[in-house]
């Protein structure tokens, strides 16, 4: 078992018909081993699992060994800035699945990827798909913050 000090929540940042393939997809392209993100909750609240827990996915830069990722697809407006735009569907499934998983790992802390703080280290580049700032485009810590 990894040791989970974090449950990260994300927004996928792609248009809400974006299907399990077209992430695949995309990590792929980014020359990815392993995918973004543990689980990914579609708009009409199915949660599809793309890898399993003691698996490292690649949701949060320097914090990825000690993190589950979860995304809701969506997250930007048709003009590709940041918004909330999850169903009520997904608001229902993401909060079951973060219980799950604060039962699972009591200990963690969930919070959103924009809670965690910028890499220093790094060479300060942050992708265009990935508005560290903004995403999941909502206050996570807050609204789960009784899980
Ligand atoms: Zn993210």
Request: hydrophobic share 30%.
């Amino acid at each position: 078992m990894r040791d989970i000090k974090y449950i990260a929540v994300h927004c996928t940042a792609g248009r809400q018909t974006q299907t399990i393939a077209d992430l695949q997809a995309e990590f792929r392209r980014k020359g990815w081993k392993n995918p973004g993100y543990h689980y990914v909750v579609a708009p009409d609240g199915n949660i599809t699992q793309l890898l399993d827990e003691d698996r490292v996915s690649n949701g949060v830069k320097g914090f990825n060994s000690v993190s589950v990722n979860v995304a809701y697809i969506g997250g930007i407006d048709s003009n590709g800035k940041g918004v909330d735009n999850r169903t009520e569907a997904q608001k229902k499934a993401l909060r079951q699945l973060l219980g799950n998983l604060k039962k699972k790992y009591p200990a963690a802390v969930i919070q959103g990827h924009r809670d965690f703080s910028p890499d220093k280290n790094g060479n300060g580049v942050v992708d265009s798909w990935e508005r560290i700032k903004e995403c999941p485009c909502f206050d996570a810590k807050t609204e789960y913050s009784d899980l």
